[in-house]
């Protein structure tokens, strides 16, 4: 059949060809069949079948169905005609066995058989149950598949399936691309099939290497058969039902689909571990589903790759984005973004634009985040660390640069920012026209979600499938090199203050010396900071001396923890032998790779690879991340120990240094437990909280008591264990 013309969309064409010439000619290799990418993708059913016999053919038209040839309704041995009821049958059509059955799927019950659809060229695996489908063509569908009151099903010869490859003869203008983190197209990338967050970050993040941007262009166009004549297929055990539109849409096993508007150039991905379900009112084009992901209620996708285990739900829109694993979008606006796994946005009147979010963040209500609303160009990004949080009502325009856990209060920031200071609280205070920053905030005030939000990201992380690797803790390189800039910055500031204008080197020596003497000679300071927002304003550091013992508490029990579990994997090892096996120069240039850290060189070498053809594929690109994160703990463990060798000031870890390190962990480990109980605690005791309830036996009998909470106890429990620990590491 010839290709349609796009500007002739109508055509009158004899019905004999109806489900015949899906491909043709050129698209045809000698000696095959049209049928033959078909018999690759369906063999078992294309062995299993036979022609039907007489007695059959004169059930299926007593039973008021046709065909436009019967020859050409082949069916498995097992086939029973008494189960297809007023049904038209075009093309090749083959069926596996029908059985006096019917399936069951929570509370519904569906007879397996065919009835009241037009079926087109379609593979039909044993025991399915297909009724009211008035409009299905060129699919193959696996074993015990319910297809119930559907207008319209069908894959066209040139499907693609969601990735972003052309097929033979086709224009390059129809390939499809995301737009991710800018709006004007400089960061776009190819959607595919398998694709992870970090895969994204590199082919966006990395645009002046045009060598690279080549190759991975290719590396997917590659990826995928280019040929055309493909089906649409659902998988085993799937069920789809009251849908509209279902165009040219792959389909995993076990998958569940209610009540869809329309579904257009799709892979769904699906397993019987982790299934996938579409609901109510959909409305998704052009992209990709990972395992384990939902999309309910009214939600429109284009353009887009989710994640595993990721979900949309009541009236989300997903568009020109990437959306990581483990993460969910309620009720929002998502535009031109990459966002790495865990991340969390719900409320009507959010909205994230243009942003490259590095992941186990929150968007709170009627946060506004970038987009041209606030900006004189159409080509601003925001870039946010590990633990962004804009809090409600903050409004954030382009550009801004955030370090990793930076929770931003109520307000509209006027300005651009580069936010250096990791965990830090931000105010922009209009009373005084000034921006207020306090560093560590999280570890200073708010310890029980600090810790909180790193368990539970572990503990929700359902994917029994993990190609994106994922670092949970709060405290890894990327935050630790990111406190030591801070306590840079802290000392030159401090410095500043106390002396005024001077060399680097003098302001950093006198903050030095005021950051660790009492906090009576910093709190009387104005201490400023620079470059931190593009205005005339002052930013005002709170709480400087606090902050950076804050940093160092951090830095040092980083330091600690990491060298214990290097112990606890090494039977046997002493004090020497991990000196000797850590011994390095501190490495700074630590890269978040989707979720994943890696060592900037290491990432450097594995882009040199893609480069030079030495890995040709994705699934090899992905073998090159996991063997970063199977060395990643020891590159962890050489950061933790030059960690404490420079907190520590000293070349060589000596056994006192040590033991004084181990000293000072498990308090700040207690001081951990204590701060998560005394955070929660402050709840509980908070008079507004407690106006609620007409006496504290029925606050109790509601939110219970802090010393009964489950995590108070985990963390308690944890502090007791990492002493034990300590008790018998090595000295």
């Known amino acids: 059949m010839p290709d349609r013309s796009p500007t002739d969309q109508l055509r009158v064409v004899p019905i004999m060809s109806l489900g015949h010439e899906f491909i043709s000619g050129a698209d045809i290799p000698p000696g095959m069949t049209e049928h033959y990418l078909r018999d690759e993708q369906n063999p078992a059913l294309a062995a299993a079948v036979r022609p039907l016999t007489g007695q059959e053919v004169d059930t299926l038209v007593k039973n008021g169905n046709t065909a436009d040839n019967w020859a050409n309704v082949q069916v498995n041995d097992s086939f029973n005609p008494r189960y297809i009821r007023n049904c038209e049958f075009y093309g090749l059509v083959r069926i596996g066995k029908l059985e006096e059955v019917f399936l069951e799927y929570h509370d519904m019950h569906v007879p397996v058989g065919l009835t009241n659809s037009r079926i087109i060229a379609c593979d039909i695996g044993d025991d399915c149950a297909i009724h009211n489908v008035p409009y299905l063509a060129h699919y193959i569908l696996g074993q015990n598949v319910i297809l119930l009151n559907i207008d319209e099903m069908h894959a066209t010869n040139y499907a693609k399936f969601g990735n972003g490859i052309v097929k033979v003869r086709e224009d390059e203008s129809v390939r499809v691309y995301m737009d991710l983190i800018n709006e004007c197209s400089g960061r776009r990338i190819m959607p595919f099939d398998g694709m992870t967050a970090g895969d994204a970050y590199i082919w966006s993040k990395y645009r002046s290497d045009a060598a690279l941007m080549e190759r991975l262009k290719q590396i997917t166009q590659r990826g995928f058969d280019p040929r055309r004549g493909f089906y649409g297929t659902v998988g085993d055990r799937s069920v789809i039902k009251n849908c509209g539109i279902i165009k040219d849409v792959k389909i995993g096993p076990h998958a569940y689909i209610k009540g869809a508007n329309k579904l257009k150039n799709l892979t769904i991905n699906s397993s019987r571990d982790e299934p996938s379900q579409i609901g109510e009112g959909v409305e998704i084009v052009n992209g990709i589903i990972g395992l384990g992901c939902h999309v309910f209620y009214g939600c429109k996708a284009v353009r887009f790759v989710m994640g595993n285990g990721s979900s949309l739900k009541y009236g989300a829109r997903l568009i020109h984005s990437y959306l990581g694993d483990n993460s969910t979008i309620s009720c929002c606006e998502v535009l031109n973004n990459l966002i790495f796994p865990c991340h969390e946005q719900h409320h009507n009147n959010s909205f994230l634009i243009a942003a490259l979010v590095k992941g186990q963040s929150n968007m709170a209500a009627n946060a506004t985040i970038g987009s041209n609303h606030n900006s004189r160009a159409p080509d601003g990004e925001l870039i946010a660390g590990r633990g962004f949080w804009p809090g409600l009502c903050v409004s954030v325009k382009h550009n801004c640069r955030l370090a990793s856990f930076a929770l931003l209060t109520k307000g509209d920031y006027p300005c651009e920012m580069d936010i250096p200071l990791p965990f830090s609280l931000l105010a922009n205070d209009t009373a005084h026209d000034r921006l207020m920053v306090m560093p560590a905030y999280w570890w200073l005030y708010n310890m029980y979600a600090l810790v909180r939000n790193a368990d539970k990201f572990a503990a929700r ?234 006496s504290h036996e029925e606050m109790e009998a509601v939110l219970g008591t802090p010393e009964d909470n489950a995590f108070v106890k985990r963390v308690a429990q944890s502090a007791e264990a990492f002493a034990a620990q300590v008790a018998i590491a090595p000295r």
């Open 461 to 694: 992380d359902a994917r029994r499938t993990k190609v994106q690797k994922i670092e949970f803790d709060y405290l890894a390189p990327d935050t630790v090199e990111e406190m030591f800039t801070a306590l840079a910055l802290l000392e030159r500031w401090v410095g500043k203050a106390a002396i005024g204008a001077q060399d680097d080197a003098a302001l950093a020596s006198a903050g030095r010396t005021l950051l660790r003497g009492p906090v009576q000679g910093v709190d009387t300071l104005l201490v400023l900071g620079e470059g931190m927002e593009r205005s005339r304003r002052a930013v005002v550091i709170q709480k400087a001396h606090q902050a950076y013992a804050a940093y160092r508490q951090m830095l040092g029990y980083y330091a600690v923890k990491n060298l214990l579990e290097y112990f606890a994997a090494r039977a046997g090892a002493t004090l020497e032998s991990m000196k000797k096996d850590l011994a390095a120069p501190r490495r700074s240039d630590w890269v978040n790779l989707g979720g994943q850290l890696v060592l900037d060189a290491d990432l450097a070498e594995v882009r040199q690879r893609i480069r030079q053809g030495t890995l040709a594929d994705w699934a090899a690109i992905h073998q090159a991340w996991d063997a970063l994160w199977q060395k990643y703990p020891l590159d962890k463990q050489r950061h933790a120990y030059a960690t404490l060798l420079d907190l520590m000031e000293i070349p060589a870890l000596t056994g006192a240094a040590w033991a004084k390190a181990l000293t000072d962990a498990v308090a700040i480990q207690r001081h951990i437990a204590d701060q998560v109980y005394q955070t929660r605690k402050k709840d509980f005791e908070d008079p507004f909280r407690r106006m609620a309830y007409s």
